[in-house]
């Protein structure tokens, strides 16, 4: 059975750094397109970063230069380094995978058919 579960959310000050985490278990992703999303209620889910296999990265106007993803060497383990946090940061993140066979990876959500439950980011002023 698929699992992803996030960690490292939490409350911040504006300029302030987080890194969030999502392990992945019950099958291998190792060759398909993962990302970070982000959701305030009320409105749709937004991509923040992919990273493919080949470990080619993509992200959101926003955040570029500011976030980076990564996954360690086995590709189990899927991680969001935050920096200079703003308040239009705050949201629910969440990690997600795209089984697709595809050429690129993008920040579409209905392309992702695995999803963690989210971990909380805030970002106070």
């Known amino acids: 059975q698929v699992h992803f579960v996030e960690s490292g959310g939490g409350s911040v000050q504006t300029g302030g750094s987080l890194r969030l985490s999502c392990t992945m278990t019950?099958?291998?992703?190792?060759?398909?397109?993962m990302a970070w999303f982000r959701q305030v209620p009320g409105e749709e889910r937004e991509g923040v970063a992919v990273i493919g296999s080949d470990g080619h990265t993509s992200y959101a106007d926003s955040v570029q230069g500011r976030f980076i993803i990564s996954q360690d060497i086995t590709k189990t383990n899927l991680f969001l380094q935050m920096s200079n946090l703003r308040p239009e940061d705050t949201a629910m993140y969440y990690c997600?995978?795209?089984?697709?066979?595809?050429?690129?990876?993008?920040?579409?959500?209905?392309?992702?058919?695995?999803w963690g439950r989210g971990t909380q980011i805030t970002v106070s002023s």
């Open positions: 019950g099958y291998d992703f190792s060759r398909y397109c």
């Open positions: 997600a995978a795209d089984q697709g066979q595809r050429v690129g990876c993008y920040k579409n959500r209905l392309l992702y058919t695995y």
